[in-house]
């Protein structure tokens, strides 16, 4: 189980972390990642942490400005998001991959949380 928490309303140049408890779920067993969906969009992946290096992937929209990041001691997984800016309004879901690699394709990911809406407006 998958649980996110830590969205909300955020100026534009703000910054927010969101957190994913996950429940039966091993960090250092699952690839984890983060996608974000706008309305009548897809799914797309934002960031991305393998189990078996820690090795990191970032959309080219997010790069430089958020960093996701793993807790095994309480089981979370983060994603820090700083410069927010008005497109990086969405619903942010963590999920879990059953792979040792990065993957970013949400048809490879097998556990979802239920979202955590961010919203970027002055």
């Known amino acids: 189980q998958l649980v996110e928490s830590g969205g909300g309303l955020v100026q534009p140049g703000g910054s927010l972390r969101l957190s994913c408890v996950a429940s039966?779920?091993?960090?250092?067993?699952?690839?984890m990642g983060w996608f974000r969906q706008v309305p009548d969009g897809e799914r797309e992946a934002v960031a991305v942490?393998?189990?078996?290096?820690?090795?990191?992937w970032y959309s080219r929209s997010v790069r430089g400005r958020f960093t996701i990041s793993r807790d095994f001691a309480k089981s979370i997984v983060y994603l820090q998001m700083n410069n927010l800016k008005a497109e990086d309004s969405a619903a942010y879901f963590c999920a879990a991959a059953d792979y040792r690699t990065v993957v970013r394709s949400p048809d490879f990911y097998t556990y979802w949380g239920q979202g955590t809406q961010v919203t970027v407006a002055s």
């Open positions: 039966d779920i091993e960090l250092d067993v699952y690839t």
């Open positions: 942490v393998a189990s078996s290096d820690g090795d990191t």
